[in-house]
């Protein structure tokens, strides 16, 4: 099946909006993680971070505090497994 122009741009036009909206999440993680460790997130911003490496797998591949502090607000019934935030501070 040929695309018309217009349908090809559509979807040029969709995996450009896709790219620079996965860019932003990048920098709003790293932000996060810089605002986290400089002592500067509430309880419930840290249950946002935390959700969001969870549900990345990045809590388990960043250095070894992030998968504890995961594993004990999962434990503690703040964040589910798969990383859904199931109560609020």
Do not use: P
């Not at 605002?35 to 797998?57: C, H, M, Q, R, V």
């Not at 502090?69 to 703040?78: D, N, V």
């Amino acid at each position: 099946m040929k695309l018309t122009k217009k349908q090809a741009q559509a979807i040029a036009d969709r995996d450009e909006r896709l790219a620079r909206a996965k860019a932003k999440q990048k920098t709003n993680v790293v932000d996060m993680i810089i605002a986290y460790e400089s002592g500067e997130l509430n309880d419930n911003e840290t249950l946002e971070l935390f959700s969001n490496l969870i549900k990345s797998g990045q809590a388990w591949r960043l250095q070894g505090h992030y998968g504890r502090t995961a594993r004990a607000i999962i434990e503690a019934g703040y964040i589910s497994e798969d990383g859904e935030i199931l109560e609020v501070i």
